[in-house]
């Protein structure tokens, strides 16, 4: 069964500084990955994706993340924070070639960044 | 249209009333997706549609739960005598992945509905 882990439920950085929040999956099979951000009251917005090729992916507002299929992790990562990162952070992912096509979500960790 | 539309966005409902909830994905998209997310969580899967089949409906919490999607376009939750522990804000989402195929393999979400159980 797919199944995705978020250890952190809170990572506070201050403004400027590097952040990661981190990510650990389990699927049978090549994994599809993804993050998504939620703003209060917002629907959840898609940031990235890894699907195949390399393993280092960019995304919207300066993210990016890399799967490290060793560790099975994709760590979502930013080299200078910004207070308007402040939000709820999910990784999902899914199997699509095999039985289980849906897109699971980790519980999420919520970003704050401190002027 | 440009997104995926939900209607209604609140809805308020005594308990053992039903409810139906909407679901318009963007155009041509195969795939649809319901999750049930509660306050701080991570949205909890529900149910899975490719076009009007219903591949997966594993994360239905019980048999008051019912989704549909005739036409392969818009679909419908349907949730049967609601309790209060049905409060929470259900999300649809659509992408155009199939079973196998690249491309634009993610998910785009609904604002959601937030259904409230007195």
């Known amino acids: 069964a797919q199944s995705v882990a978020q250890p952190e439920d809170q990572v506070n950085v201050a403004e400027g500084n590097p952040l990661t929040v981190k990510c650990t999956y389990s699927?049978?099979?090549?994994?599809?990955l993804f993050w998504y951000v939620q703003y209060p009251n917002r629907g959840l917005q898609f940031l990235l994706k890894y699907i195949t090729g390399d393993n280092l992916v960019k995304g919207s507002y300066g993210f990016e993340a890399e799967f490290n299929k060793s560790q099975t992790s994709f760590h979502l990562k930013k080299p200078s924070a910004l207070v308007s990162d402040s939000a709820l952070y999910f990784c999902?992912?899914?199997?699509?070639?095999?039985?289980?096509?849906?897109?699971?979500f980790g519980s999420g960790t919520r970003l704050s960044i401190r002027p | 249209g440009a997104g995926v539309s939900q209607s209604p966005r609140y809805k308020v409902a005594k308990r053992g009333q039903d409810v139906a909830l909407r679901c318009d994905p963007i155009s041509g998209h195969v795939s649809l997706f319901w999750y049930q997310q509660a306050l701080g969580q991570g949205p909890e899967f529900l149910t899975y549609f490719q076009n009007e089949a219903q591949l997966d409906k594993s994360g239905l919490p019980s048999d008051r739960f019912f989704a549909e999607r005739p036409e392969g376009s818009v679909s419908t939750l349907k949730i049967q005598r609601t309790q209060q522990e049905d409060s929470a804000v259900y999300l649809c989402?659509?992408?155009?992945?199939?079973?196998?195929?690249?491309?634009?393999?993610?998910?785009?979400f609904g604002q959601g509905t937030r259904l409230t159980v007195v």
């Open positions: 989402a659509s992408s155009l992945l199939a079973r196998s195929g690249t491309g634009n393999t993610e998910a785009f």
């Open positions: 699927v049978s099979g090549n994994p599809y």
């Open positions: 999902a992912v899914s199997a699509p070639y095999s039985s289980a096509s849906k897109i699971i």
